[in-house]
């Protein structure tokens, strides 16, 4: 038998049992052992896998520089390579596991590793959190089962807002940030019942090679909870840059600052339905096609203004030719049965003079078949050659188009939009930090996952130069830089037909993370078993929906309530959430918690000393 491995460095230890690869942990006085039910492996194209023991060659040796030591480990097959290193960093206290890739080729279609911690304990105080959406805590003890992530979990999509996890249990615990996200992702098997929770990394080949060095970093601490595992990724993302607060953008634009304690009204011009889309309604036909007109749109932005609703923004669906999700990106000119371009500059019109702010819905991944520039050679294409199809949204066939194309594409739309008098003080790219990174294998614009998100990036960038406020679908913290407010960050289970099974508690990891950076507007629905989203609208310090049209039925959260509720009752709901963003939106949360151990009583707090207190159950709150 081999002997085990050991590096102590300061606060921190490390173990490698050289049979099983595994690594037990010691740090912050509490210990951490890879489960040994874990076996390192890369799952292969032909649905076998390869372990990593099943190597020709393995050897181990310590390691040591000026920041810190560890044990690298040498893995080689007759022609294919590669090397983890496992270390201690010296100064800040952390344990980093990289993944470095070496010589040959692999036809792999992700790599598991490193192992997950054991995490057994049939306890409500042990939990692991996740950035599912807004964020969701799964106690040992959670009757349900989790079941498969929303995009799988990969990183840099609404699966993992932010790309990291976190487990406590008797108030130890640890917290694992993948600085190499792109192709990357977590997964958690948590059964029925628990009692326990298995939480742990994998990656993705990039253009199908291991190609770069995948890092994670892992920080253990002691007498914590997920409140100060939050505190550490804001502490990270400060150090790397993504932190990037509403103060500094207002600075960039005040434009911001009007944005913050603005109602969110969500309406659409025109509809249509291909007969090839999943959403094809063959039984009642005359559903497909729906036409508003652009001055009954004006009309309702002068009936809130009546109603004296103060600041108002509108996001404009299907307002091109074509339709809602149709022919994207070319999407010109503005619908000409609702009123074209002369009608839709009189809305624009309209909402600057009443105080409004606008914003257009446009799309650049969803790439539709009978577009008038349509080339599938500008398509994703995957290694093999293949290029993706699918006919689920309105518009029917699609590709996605290849990213690398999308700022030329926003560029030509936005000059003429702009150029036809179009008042725009903000636009709404969708998908963008909703849908997984894409990469392309086509020669002519290859693309890896790391470059597609700048280029969305360069797609946000471009409207700032334009004086625009950029929105996306989500709020991925990859785009913190350049987002100011997202159609929402709402959490798992407002996704979700109301009464459905929860996979866990809800809890804000986002805003804890990210609160004062962002703009995230809520939900304002009471659901039919009396539970009232209102709540989390306040708890969060969030803005919220006055109006809101669902772009499809019974989905992203648009479900029919049994009542319609009186506008003037829903201004007067919205003006309590509206004060309350105006006062706390620039300020970090600095705490989230259970009062008693109850899931139903919540309190939130801000570092200007705001207080929110609500009962899920009773519907009641209180602003301190």
């Not at 008038?372 to 093999?384: C, L, P, S, V, W």
């Not at 986002?510 to 078993?529: E, K």
Request: negative net charge.
């Amino acid at each position: 038998m081999k002997e085990t491995m050991r590096v102590d460095i300061g606060t921190v230890k490390l173990e490698l049992n050289p049979e099983t690869l595994l690594f037990n942990v010691e740090a912050a006085g509490w210990g951490w052992r890879q489960d040994p039910s874990f076996c390192p492996h890369f799952c292969l194209k032909d649905g076998s896998e390869l372990p990593f023991h099943s190597a020709d060659t393995i050897r181990h040796e310590y390691k040591k520089s000026g920041v810190g030591q560890g044990i690298l480990s040498h893995y080689e097959w007759n022609d294919f390579s590669f090397e983890t290193f496992v270390w201690a960093e010296q100064a800040a206290g952390a344990v980093r596991f990289e993944l470095i890739p070496g010589e040959g080729e692999l036809p792999f279609t992700r790599v598991c590793w490193p192992g997950y911690f054991s995490f057994e304990k049939k306890r409500r105080d042990a939990y692991t959190v996740m950035p599912v959406l807004q964020g969701l805590l799964i106690p040992n003890t959670w009757d349900g089962e989790v079941g498969k992530l929303p995009f799988d979990g990969q990183f840099c999509s609404a699966g993992a807002y932010m790309p990291w996890f976190g487990q406590v249990e008797e108030g130890q615990g640890y917290i694992v940030i993948c600085e190499t996200p792109w192709d990357g992702g977590y997964y958690v098997d948590h059964p029925a019942g628990g009692p326990y929770t298995h939480a742990g990394v994998y990656f993705l080949p990039s253009l199908g090679r291991l190609s770069y060095r995948r890092s994670l970093k892992y920080v253990f601490l002691r007498d914590c909870d997920y409140n100060d595992l939050c505190k550490v990724y804001r502490k990270y993302a400060t150090e790397t840059g993504l932190l990037t607060t509403l103060k500094e953008k207002a600075a960039r634009n005040g434009l911001v600052d009007e944005l913050i304690g603005a109602v969110i009204v969500h309406k659409g011009i025109k509809t249509h339905v291909s007969p090839d889309s999943d959403f094809y309604d063959r039984e009642h036909p005359e559903k497909n096609d729906v036409l508003i007109p652009f001055r009954t749109r004006a009309q309702e932005i002068l009936r809130y203004h009546q109603k004296g609703v103060r600041k108002l923004y509108l996001r404009l669906d299907g307002w091109g030719t074509p339709g809602y999700d149709n022919q994207h990106p070319d999407y010109l000119p503005a619908c000409p049965e609702a009123g074209g371009w002369e009608g839709l500059k009189e809305l624009s019109d309209t909402i600057s003079e009443c105080g409004y702010l606008f914003g257009l819905h446009d799309q650049y991944r969803d790439y539709y078949t009978d577009a008038a520039t349509y080339d599938r050679e500008f398509a994703i294409h995957g290694t093999d050659g293949s290029v993706f199809e699918m006919s689920r949204w309105a518009g029917g066939r699609q590709n996605y188009l290849c990213a690398t194309q999308a700022p030329y594409y926003v560029k030509r739309n936005f000059e003429e939009v702009l150029n036809h008098g179009i008042r725009l003080q903000a636009s709404y790219l969708d998908v963008f930090t909703c849908n997984e990174p894409d990469e392309c294998a086509h020669p002519r614009h290859r693309m890896t996952r790391k470059e597609c998100l700048e280029y969305r990036s360069a797609c946000f960038s471009y409207l700032w130069s334009k004086g625009i406020l950029p929105s996306s679908e989500e709020c991925s913290d990859w785009a913190m830089r350049e987002l100011v407010f997202c159609h929402y960050g709402p959490y798992d289970f407002m996704l979700q037909r109301p009464g459905s099974p929860r996979r866990g508690v809800p809890v804000p990891l986002f805003n804890l993370v990210y609160h004062d950076c962002m703009i995230l507007p809520w939900l304002m629905d009471r659901q039919p078993d009396g539970e009232d989203y209102m709540l989390y609208a306040l708890l969060n310090g969030g803005a919220a929906y006055l109006d809101r049209d669902g772009a499809y039925p019974d989905t992203d959260g648009a479900f029919d309530s049994e009542a319609e509720r009186k506008l003037s009752e829903e201004i007067e709901r919205c003006a309590v959430v509206s004060g309350l963003q105006e006062r706390v939106a620039g300020c970090e949360m600095m705490r989230h918690e259970f009062l008693d151990g109850d899931y139903n009583r919540q309190r939130t707090a801000f570092s200007d000393g705001t207080t929110v207190t609500v009962d899920l159950k009773t519907g009641e709150y209180e602003i301190g």
